[in-house]
């Protein structure tokens, strides 16, 4: 459900912004707004972006940042 996605794009952002991934935690913040303001095809929208700045964070991590 929306407020579901909303308290979990909040807490992706949180996490990001402390470990330093920015742009992750820029476009979760986006799924954020959009969930908490009911519109889902806005967040679904940003869904590829959120997933591939993750893939990146991941892939620095993996090779030591």
């Given at each position: 459900?929306?407020?579901?996605a909303?308290?979990?794009?909040?807490?992706?952002?949180?996490?990001?912004?402390?470990?330093?991934?920015?742009?992750?935690?820029?476009?979760?913040?986006?799924?954020?707004?959009?969930?908490?303001?009911?519109?889902?095809?806005?967040?679904?929208?940003?869904?590829?972006?959120?997933?591939?700045?993750?893939?990146?964070?991941?892939?620095?991590?993996a090779?030591?940042?």
């Amino acid at each position: 459900d929306a407020e579901e996605a909303r308290r979990t794009a909040h807490s992706v952002a949180g996490a990001a912004r402390t470990a330093g991934a920015l742009e992750l935690a820029r476009l979760a913040s986006a799924i954020e707004v959009a969930a908490a303001t009911g519109d889902p095809g806005k967040a679904a929208a940003i869904g590829p972006s959120l997933r591939d700045a993750f893939a990146r964070v991941r892939d620095r991590i993996a090779n030591g940042l």
